[in-house]
């Protein structure tokens, strides 16, 4: 079974900052692409930023400029570097790991993490 496992997150003042890590954890599976959703209170899930298995990043226009999404491929991991915070970004942050498995073949398959909450306080 693979699946991610998420750290960070908290409470911080408006303009300040917080680093999110999501490992992927098990055996057999190749990584399509990796990133964080958020979702709201009374909103839907929408996506924060995702790193391609080429590196390619894709980062939320609301985000852009304050947020980085980076990754470290041997530890299958990923990291959201969240600076500048706004009390609108405050929200349960998931990791999605998108992957293929030696046993489905190219079927690809989405894991999600818990949530991590992000309180932005004004």
């Known amino acids: 079974q693979v699946r991610v496992v998420e750290s960070g997150g908290g409470l911080v003042q408006a303009g300040g900052s917080l680093r999110l890590s999501c490992a992927a954890i098990?055996?057999?599976?190749?990584?399509?692409?990796m990133g964080w959703y958020r979702q709201a209170p009374g909103k839907q899930r929408e996506l924060v930023a995702t790193?391609?298995?080429?590196?390619?990043?894709t980062i939320a226009d609301s985000v852009k400029g304050r947020f980085t999404i980076s990754r470290d491929s041997a530890k299958n991991t990923v990291y959201l570097q969240m600076n500048s915070l706004k009390p609108e970004d405050t929200a349960v942050y998931y990791c999605?790991?998108?992957?293929?498995?030696?046993?489905?073949?190219?079927?690809?398959?989405?894991?999600w993490g818990q949530g991590t909450q992000v309180t932005v306080s004004s």
């Open positions: 790193i391609s298995s080429g590196g390619t990043p």
């Open positions: 999605n790991l998108r992957y293929s498995h030696d046993l489905y073949g190219s079927l690809r398959i989405d894991s």
């Open positions: 098990g055996s057999g599976f190749s990584t399509n692409a």
